[in-house]
């Protein structure tokens, strides 16, 4: 069974940063792209970033973009986001996905795109 499990959210000030790790149970994982989506309270399903199965293309959301830094560890089947200069907007619960196609080379930001999904990890920023 085909998991993802995401780890490293908590209460952190603004202006403080957090790393999240998301590790993935299954073989195929160095030949997926990976995402991180987030979803704040009342809010929809937000794209974060994106990482292509080998690393060579990111993209990220204008909201996060200078802030956030996605990268993977294909060896430890591990997917990490680096946050810094988090602010109280940054608050929501973040998902690690993998999008089930083979060795895509372009980024992809759609939700839909992704077929497997982390249980979530919460991060607070408290201001």
């Known amino acids: 069974q085909v998991q993802l499990v995401e780890s490293g959210g908590g209460l952190v000030q603004a202006g403080g940063s957090l790393r999240l790790s998301c590790t993935a149970s299954?073989?195929?994982?160095?030949?997926?792209?990976m995402g991180w989506f987030r979803q704040a309270p009342g809010k929809e399903r937000e794209f974060v970033a994106t990482?292509?199965?080998?690393?060579?293309?990111?993209a990220y959301a204008n909201s996060v973009k200078g802030r956030f830094t996605i990268s993977r560890l294909n060896a430890r089947n591990t997917v990490y986001l680096q946050m810094n200069s988090l602010n109280p907007e940054d608050t929501a619960v973040y998902y690690c996905a993998a999008d089930g196609r083979y060795r895509l080379t372009t980024p992809q930001r759609a939700s839909s795109d992704y077929v497997t999904w982390g249980q979530g990890t919460q991060v607070t920023v408290s201001s």
């Open positions: 299954y073989s195929a994982f160095d030949n997926n792209a």
């Open positions: 990482i292509t199965y080998n690393s060579g293309t990111t």
